[in-house]
C-alpha cells in the first residue's frame, strides 16, 4: 500500500463556496449526508447536536464556525464585525463542555482576531478564513505524525481493541488512534481491529466499523461487555483509544467506558495506549477531578433512534465522558513523541521542548 492511500477516504468537514459542510455522523452508517452550514450558530447546534464529534474535529469545525460568522458580517463596519464575532465566540464555546480542543480553536481564533486589529471589516473576513484553513491542514499534519509515532508500538499481526470512534470522522482527517493503526497498516503491518459498539450513542458500532471497513483494515465488532472476555483469552494485543481532555498530571478524559477497558488491561497486563495532540492537553487541569463531565439525554440511554426498549419514566445517568488516571496508562502518543507511564513532569515536557 503506498503512503497516502488511506489519509483522505473519509472527508469530516469540507469548506466549498464559503460553506462549512460536515458529515451527519447521526445518520452513519447508513445514510452518508453533508450538512451545509453557514453561521457560527449552526455550527454550534451541529456540535451540540453530534451532528459532529469528536475533540479534533469540533476544534476544526468552531474554528471554521468563527471564519463562517466574520464573512457574514464582512459587508458591515468593522465594529459590528467585531461584536458579532464576540457572540459566535460565547455561541460556540457553550456547544459543549468536555472537549478541551474547542477551547482551545475558539481561544487561538480570538486572539488572531485581535491581532488584526488593523483590518477591515472584509479584510479580517479574508484572514480568518485563511486561519480556519491553516488550522484544519495542521490538524491532519499533526494526525499523520502522532500516527507515524504510534505505529512503531504496533507489531505485524496485533489486534487491535479501540472504543468510540476516534478516527478521521474524529478529526480533520487521519484520526488519531485510528491514526496509528492507518499507519501502521501503511507501513506495511497486517494490523486486525477489535471495535466496541460504545454505548449509549454506538460510534463504535456506527462510526469506527464503517470506518475501517471503508479503508479495508480487518475490523470485528463486539459489545461493550465482551472485551474483558476477549483480553482473559489472549485475543487482544494492544489497546489504543482516543481522548477528549488530558490533565496535566496524564489523567486521561474519553468517552463513558474507557475507564472500564483501563482497567481490565491493566488486570490483564496489555499496553493501552492513548493517542492525543498536544491540542488536548489542558494543563489548566490539575488532574482529571477537575475536568468537566458532560451529562447528556436520558433518551440516548432509553433507546436509539425511534426504537424505545427501556421502560418510561425510568431514572437514567447519562455521562458522556470518564476520566482514566494516569496509572493505568502505558503512554500517550502525540505529534512530539510518545509519553511513557505518563505523569506531570513529563506532560510538561512535552511543551517545553
Known sequence: MRDGDLKKTVETLRWIDNRLEMIDQRLLPHQFVYVSHESAAEVATSIRDMVIRGA????????????LEALRWRDQP?????????????VLSASRPTAVNLFWAIERM??????QSAADASSLAALV????HRIYQEDIQINQSLGRFGAELLHDGD????HCNAGALATAGHGTALGVIRSAVESGKKISVWADETRPFLQGARLTAWELMQDHIPVTLIT???????MSRGEIDRIIVGADRVAANGDVANKIGT???????????????????????DLAKASGADIPIEERAPCEVTGYGEQFWAPVGVSVRNPSFDVTPASLITGIITERGIVSAPDAGKIRQLFDL
Open 159 to 162: 489486534r487491535v481493541l479501540t
Open 56 to 67: 479534533p474535529a469540533i476544534g476544526v469545525a468552531a474554528a471554521y464556525g468563527v471564519a
Open 78 to 90: 468593522a465594529q459590528e464585525q467585531r461584536s458579532a464575532l464576540d457572540e459566535a465566540f460565547s
Open 224 to 230: 461493550d461487555n465482551m472485551s474483558g472476555y476477549l
Open 129 to 132: 478564513v485563511a486561519e480556519a
Open 259 to 281: 475507564y472500564m477497558v483501563a482497567v481490565l488491561a491493566h488486570r490483564h497486563r496489555i499496553p493501552f495506549y492513548v493517542a492525543s495532540p498536544l491540542s488536548t492537553i
Open 110 to 115: 480570538r486572539v488572531f482576531c485581535r491581532n
